[in-house]
T-cell receptor
Framework: ETGVTQTPRHLVMGMTNKKSLKCEQHLGHNAMYWYKQSAKKPLELMFVYNFKEQTENNSVPSRFSPECPNSSHLFLHLHTLQPEDSALYLC???????????????FGEGSWLTVV | GESVGLHLPTLSVQEGDNSIINCAYSNSASDYFIWYKQESGKGPQFIIDIRSNMDKRQGQRVTVLLNKTVKHLSLQIAATQPGDSAVYFCAEWSGGYNKLIFGAGTRLAVHP
């Protein structure tokens, strides 16, 4: 139990589907993140939210749309994805992005996404 | 279990031996470092951290060493066990970029 829960753990979707990944953290943190981990690249930061405000979008295609309704919940909405988007999507949280000592990032178990 | 499948450098050790995993970081201004462990089919798990004003920190069976002169970080695991088999990532907090930068990882394989 990491304190960061992701659902679903596995998702298979067609290129025309719309789906969402959900993340919830129970750590009382204020910053939440989406990372992508694929066979071809190491951990890639996608989006950062700090106190519900998006503070970083790492040139992510618009077919990925994040949503952060509050500091405990984070969504990643998926629409018209490509097969190369198949990867492990990791949600993470940290206390506060602005403080060095609070920048330990705690990860969820990830959502395995396969686009067919 | 599932794994990401990157072609990572692999360290093979015998059960009971000590393991040393190395990491070179990129930014001399980085002031906070973390080691993560990722088991097959799971997300990265925090192991131990160290600030740049320290050169050594010990945890339970793990020690992190920081050499700022050569920008080198290492993770030492004492009495390595089969459950230590995983991919290990170092990460540096780069204040200039305001983000945690991850290394590519090292796969640790523990043999009985």
């Amino acid at each position: 139990e990491t304190g960061v829960t992701q659902t679903p753990r596995h998702l298979v979707m067609g290129m025309t589907n719309k789906k969402s990944l959900k993340c919830e953290q129970h750590l009382g943190h204020n910053a939440m993140y989406w990372y992508k981990q694929s066979a071809k690249k190491p951990l890639e930061l996608m989006f950062v939210y700090n106190f519900k405000e998006q503070t970083e979008n790492n040139s992510v295609p618009s077919r990925f749309s994040p949503e952060c309704p509050n500091s405990s919940h984070l969504f990643l909405h998926l629409h018209t994805l490509q097969p190369e988007d198949s990867a492990l999507y990791l949600c993470a949280s940290s206390q506060d992005r602005r403080d060095v000592s609070g920048n330990t990032i705690y990860f969820g178990e990830g959502s395995w996404l396969t686009v067919v | 279990g599932e794994s990401v499948g990157l072609h990572l450098p692999t360290l093979s050790v015998q059960e009971g031996d000590n393991s040393i995993i190395n990491c070179a970081y990129s930014n001399s201004a980085s002031d906070y470092f973390i080691w993560y462990k990722q088991e097959s089919g799971k997300g990265p798990q925090f192991i131990i951290d160290i600030r740049s004003n320290m050169d050594k920190r010990q945890g339970q069976r793990v020690t992190v060493l920081l050499n700022k002169t050569v920008k080198h970080l290492s993770l030492q695991i004492a009495a390595t066990q089969p459950g230590d088999s995983a991919v290990y990532f170092c990460a540096e907090w780069s204040g200039g970029y305001n983000k945690l930068i991850f290394g590519a990882g090292t796969r640790l394989a523990v043999h009985p």
